[in-house]
């Protein structure tokens, strides 16, 4: 059971980036899966969500209306399109996964975890 994080990168702020988080050893459509992100000397933060099943996705108020969380069930890959971006966003993003059909903010409450992909947002 692996998660597998990529398309993190370097843009300018109002720029756009996409990262994927890609599913191994199960379906991803049957867990909630969440993106976080942790900044140098800050904690680990909640970004976004898309619940198990049939998708409702949650974000927080920083990236509400810039960031969109979707799923591909047949790659079982989970995405973060992130649009107009800003040098406050510039951290190291993870995904994570739980099996259950909720999602939550607390990276307690999230079992299989992604290696992390850098996101440097320059002005």
């Known amino acids: 059971v692996q998660l597998q994080a990529s398309g993190g990168g370097s843009v300018q702020a109002g720029g756009s980036l996409r990262l994927s988080c890609a599913a191994s050893?199960?379906?991803?459509?049957?867990?909630?899966t969440g993106w976080f992100r942790q900044a140098p000397g800050k904690e680990r933060e909640w970004v976004s969500c898309?619940?198990?099943?049939?998708?409702?996705?949650y974000s927080a108020d920083s990236v509400k209306g810039r960031f969109t969380i979707s799923r591909d069930n047949a790659k079982s890959t989970v995405y973060l399109q992130m649009n107009s971006l800003k040098p406050e966003d510039t951290a190291v993003y993870y995904c994570?996964?739980?099996?259950?059909?909720?999602?939550?903010?607390?990276?307690?409450?999230?079992?299989?975890w992604g290696q992390g992909t850098l996101v440097t947002v320059s002005s």
């Open positions: 994570a996964a739980r099996l259950t059909a909720g999602c939550a903010t607390q990276p307690g409450a999230y079992r299989n």
């Open positions: 050893g199960f379906t991803l459509e049957r867990y909630a």
């Open positions: 898309i619940n198990s099943g049939v998708p409702r996705t």
